[in-house]
């Protein structure tokens, strides 16, 4: 074990005795729910018979990417059971909403194909209970969860892992090089790494996953948002030919260029609807607040506000709607691109056919976005109020350059739809004690 390894192992043992008031105080600010913080000292452990294989996604994104590659398990083992652990509420929501009713319905056994539990926080006695409940026959990380104390009881144990689509953004890679000897080691526990993209390959590999090979990025695969039929008919009705812009997955400070821009905008296009969806809900009533004070008229939808005529600024504060906004919207900025996050997902508009304008901060998703630039599906702006008002101008204005940018988004977003089938077997190999070769079947 080396030493930052062994630092994090004592730390953490130190520190459990203040985990329950850390939890409580995450409850009491709704990032956890009280009836189920057990599951974060590593109880609720249920077992069902059989074989059991264990995912676990941070949050939403990753829950998200990850439907198609349960759906995938569940048909290619009819016997299969699986365990999905989440980081987030969030996470766990929305995999609630999107997972089929037929894969969570009792099997055989009166016990759910799929069970969800929140992941135990890194001590080493909660991921030790953890793991002896559940005790499953092989696991997989998605995209970039690296726990040490996780990782090191799953290898005690001689559990299977794999890292699948992995993702080591350019800071994460510059961090995690001061500690080669500890990543290498955390690393070289999985027996299967799949990395998103070649870029991340190449960061995996010069970090010490010596097998990392790169199939693709699930979420280039992941199937449409989904929007409720009734809630999508009711807001057509209510906005009628109104132009609409979108920003969707926002970040603090972008929410101020979109209402900046939207004033920018006002005076030529005075119906024009400006949605913001912050990122994080909970976010909603401090961009509405912020729009009020620009003496824009706002609504909320959390609160049951409607984009009426008179409403210039919608905060669609809820969760699990995106897809029913980009699907209205006349164009789309992507959220966390104005700032340096990184960026949200772009492949989600691109497959509702919705325009998309870009920040210059799109490292988290680097080859789709090449791919959407090249083949004219999206465009990049600056993060400048002006910049911005000008691009929406630029798209409402020119339905045929929307239709084109909408056609060609699509196209690059239609790829891959083998891949969470491809992911699913490799994943079943691990149960078998079969580990995987070579390159990315099929090229």
Known sequence: MTLPALAWQLLTRLAAPLLPWHLARRARRGKEIPARLEERRGGGAQRPEGRLFWLHAASVGEALSALPVLEALLARDPALHLLVTTGTVTGAESLARRLPQAFTAPGPDGLPRIAHRFLPLDVPAFVARFLDGWRPDAGALVESELWPNLLRAAR??????????????????????????????????????????????????????????CWGDLKAAAPPLPADPAALERLRGLL???????????????????????????????????VLVPRHPDRGAAVAEQAAKLGLTVARRSAGGAPGDEVSVYVADTLGELGLFYRLAGVALVGGSLVPHGGQNPLEAARLGCPILLGPHTFNFEEPVARLLAAGGARLVAAEAGALAEQVEAMLSDAARRHAMAAAAAQVAEGQASLPGMVAAALLDLIDGERAQGDCPGG
């Open 156 to 213: 005690a144990r001689n559990l299977p892992m794999a890292l699948v689509n992995a993702r080591v953004s350019p800071r994460s890679f510059a961090r995690w090089r001061r500690l080669p000897r500890t990543v290498a080691e955390l690393l070289g526990g999985f027996r299967l790494v799949l990395a998103r993209s070649e870029a991340d390959r190449a960061r995996l590999l010069q970090l010490g996953a010596s097998s990392a090979q």
């Open 240 to 274: 009628g030919d109104r132009p609409v812009f979108l920003a969707a997955s926002t970040h603090p400070g972008e929410e101020t260029l979109a209402l900046a821009a939207h004033a920018l905008l006002a005076p030529a296009w005075p119906e024009l609807l400006t």
